[in-house]
């Protein structure tokens, strides 16, 4: 079966889970949990992203994430790909550390956030990588101990967390530990990370009800949320992929350009590109940046880009043309 291609609007939530290649460690010591945790922090604060849960386990990760202003992937790409090569160096080893394809799901915010922190927080005590929430206080891993002040990790966004739970610190910090302490028993949550319809519906007693009433309702495995939150998921992604393809349809319209003139008027498209100041290719150049610009709409950025030269050189041009 086909993947289906990731929801990856800036600004949105994400469950983002990283598993090790075959299920194998993707952290070995605690320099592999320093880098891990180093690149995962300074990454998203270049990128804008904003992390509110993480756990780091042996073989596979959780975070908790609003995408930066590019998005989900343009971040985890950087981040794990600088991660691997380290972590591949420092242990000799050589290929792939993980999966493929990270997995990332799309929450709504109103009903999963909390649910989300909480399981998020609870994976080293389920795990048994301490023993108990005092422990989970104080463990360096996962970012629950930042939440409550015993860990500072200045990057993770903890203040919003805590105003979920109160006005004031103390007594957020006190509801928050109180609502941890309630999801010990909950165990594993399927319902958070398996099958699209539990997801997408919030568990098995509103799937049991719709299938006894034969009821239909919109899912999707990558999203987590109510069928109306599905759908307007949807037509965000639909409104950003329209965007994208008149983008893709602009570029081929600007490349059929540069070449048609280039053609036109005997100049080398390459010799162009590689910004030749040579007096005939400078005019040429010049004829095509008042086209790019005024009837393409093309970024000043992107023409300097097309035609080989900085950005600069494309302001003069038109500035040239404004005192003619």
Known sequence: MPRQARLDAPGTLHHVIIRGIARGRI???????KNFVSRMAKNASDNGTTIHAWALMPDHAHILLYSGPDGLSKYMRRFLTGYAITH????????????????S????????????????HLNPLRGKLVRNLAELERYPWCGHGAILGRINYEWQDRDYVLRWFGKREGEAKKAYRQYIREGIAQGKRPDLVGGGLIRSLGGWSQVLSLRRNKERILTDERILGSGDFVERVYREADEKMKYQLLAIERGKKVEELVQEVC???GVNIKELRMGSRRGYISKVRSQLVDRLVEEYGLPLAETARQLGVSTSAISKVLQRKVRE
């Open 27 to 33: 952290v070995i010591d605690g320099g592999d949990r």
């Open 88 to 103: 591949n160096r420092r242990h000799g080893r050589h290929g792939h550390l993980f999966e493929n394809r990270y997995k």
């Open 105 to 120: 799901i799309v929450c709504d915010e109103d009903s999963y956030f909390l649910e989300l922190v909480r399981y998020i």
């Open 263 to 265: 053609r036109r008027k």
